[in-house]
């Protein structure tokens, strides 16, 4: 946990103009003076911009108050439009985000790494005519999207943009190989062996998450077996000779995990998409593998160790740098899994209106009714279509925060964060949900003035 301690004051400026003389002087008539205004000086249709802003504001703030009162005690909300806060609800409250924590995972993803940042796994190995002498190697770099051609389609969410890791075969398969004299060796050396968050339960464990590793295909996981190897690598391995022998190359030996020497030649190496397109998948799915294996790439790159606690300690000091307010705030993951992570409204409502309504985070949300973690929810009404958000749900725990668009290019940033029993359950939370978007919606909203007059 840590605290940023300090406040800077917030100063109001009032410029006040004087007219200045004192000499009288009688009017004098020009000219005709003008006809009578056609519309009377009283009339609705001369209702001032700020009664109409009021009026809206005064929508949203009604509605809006049906959302407070159902709100359980652990709950924040912060709703900030044209950069002023509408409604704030114990924002500094530090409360368990549950993947609402994967925002902030993101916006560190793409500044210290940066949008463009793509992973590159390796094959390694000497070819010698059909056969390869020795070992073949596969050497992970991190690539959370490591996947077979089948696997999106067993997916709750499926892969958007997936690293096809059938394509290194594809290689071997164009140079002609047809036989491994070796083993399939998995190389995860790149980073730590950290499998899981200690603090994470059974429940999580390989469910949710894990075993970690700088080498996975599909999660972790190897076709026809329900449980997963505990050395994702060794999955790795095993799940490459599968596909290999599929292709008709034999593999002679056993798969094996080792570290991989820099004398081997490189075979073929295989690219992934851009990280922005990395944290699409991570905020859209909500994947909590693509999480915390970003977690290890930030300290890869932020501190030169692909450790979960030098990843987070990277993602503590950018909180500080960006002058995000960081009290209260206790990280454990980058996936929001560990229910001893907690965050506030103020700092997610303040990470989405820093990064802005087209900024690489926001765009990056799922969209209400179409995408990801939103595909089922708010289907139709407001918000349907254009809304971005991400969700967040553990036992007990439910959130959403994101960004609702508006007229004329303008936008409202909610955060919304629910502790307590009950508060992930449907018949509780989805009716507050939707008064909530409502009354953002409601920021549409103009005074009629037609419907003033009489």
């Given at each position: 946990m840590f605290t940023l301690?300090?406040?800077i004051p917030l100063l109001s400026v009032w410029q006040v103009a004087l007219a200045a003389g004192d000499e009288v002087r009688p009017l004098a008539i020009q000219r005709e003076l003008p006809d009578s205004p056609v519309t009377p000086i009283l009339s609705a249709r001369r209702v001032p911009q700020s009664l109409v802003d009021l009026n809206s504001a005064g929508r949203v703030n009604a509605k809006l108050g049906q959302v407070i009162a159902a709100l359980p005690p652990d709950s924040c909300l912060k709703v900030i439009t044209d950069s002023k806060t509408i409604v704030g609800v114990n924002t500094t409250k530090a409360l368990v985000p549950g993947s609402n924590l994967k925002l902030l995972t993101a916006a560190v993803a793409l500044d210290v790494l940066g949008p463009e940042h793509r992973y590159s796994t390796k094959m390694l190995g000497i070819v010698s005519g059909s056969v390869v002498r020795g070992d073949l190697w596969l050497v992970g770099s991190g690539d959370p999207l490591l996947t077979t051609r089948v696997y999106p389609s067993t997916e709750k969410y499926p892969t958007i943009t997936p690293t096809d890791v059938e394509k290194l075969v594809d290689a071997l398969v164009a140079l002609g190989v047809s036989a491994i004299e070796g083993s399939i060796v998995g190389d995860e050396s790149l980073y730590d062996t950290e499998r899981y968050v200690p603090s994470w339960g059974d429940g999580i464990r390989s469910v949710e998450a894990g075993p970690l590793g700088a080498l996975m295909i599909n999660d972790g996981a190897v076709s026809g077996s329900p449980i997963k190897p505990a050395n994702p690598a060794l999955a790795a391995a095993?799940?490459?000779?599968?596909?290999?022998?599929?292709r008709g190359i034999s593999v002679r030996n056993a798969p094996k995990v080792g570290i991989s020497s820099s004398d081997t030649p490189l075979i073929a190496s295989l690219e992934s998409v851009s990280m922005r397109e990395v944290v699409t998948e991570m905020l859209v799915n909500s994947d909590n593998n693509t999480a915390e294996l970003l977690v290890k790439e930030i300290g890869r790159v932020g501190r030169s160790s692909a450790t979960r606690i030098d990843g987070?300690?990277?993602?503590?000091?950018?909180?500080?740098?960006?002058?995000?307010?960081?009290?209260?705030?206790?990280l454990l993951d980058g996936s929001g899994l560990d229910r001893t992570n907690l965050l506030t409204c103020d700092l997610l409502a303040q990470l989405l209106e820093r990064d802005g309504q087209n900024g690489l985070v926001?765009?990056?949300?799922?969209?209400?009714g179409k995408t990801g973690t939103l595909r089922d929810v708010f289907l139709s009404g407001p918000g349907s279509g254009t809304m971005r958000a991400k969700t967040g749900t553990l036992n007990g725990v439910k959130s959403l925060s994101g960004m609702f668009p508006l007229d004329d290019g303008r936008s409202t940033v909610f955060a919304l964060i629910m502790n307590g029993s009950g508060a992930s359950t449907v018949n509780f939370y989805r009716p507050i949900w939707n008064n909530l978007v409502t009354a953002l919606?409601?920021?549409?909203?103009k005074l009629e003035v037609?419907?003033?007059l009489p």
């Open positions: 301690c300090g406040a095993t799940e490459f000779t599968r596909l290999l022998t599929s987070l300690n990277v993602i503590a000091s950018k909180i500080a740098e960006w002058g995000l307010p960081g009290e209260g705030v206790a926001t765009t990056a949300l799922a969209t209400a919606s409601f920021g549409n909203k037609e419907m003033l």
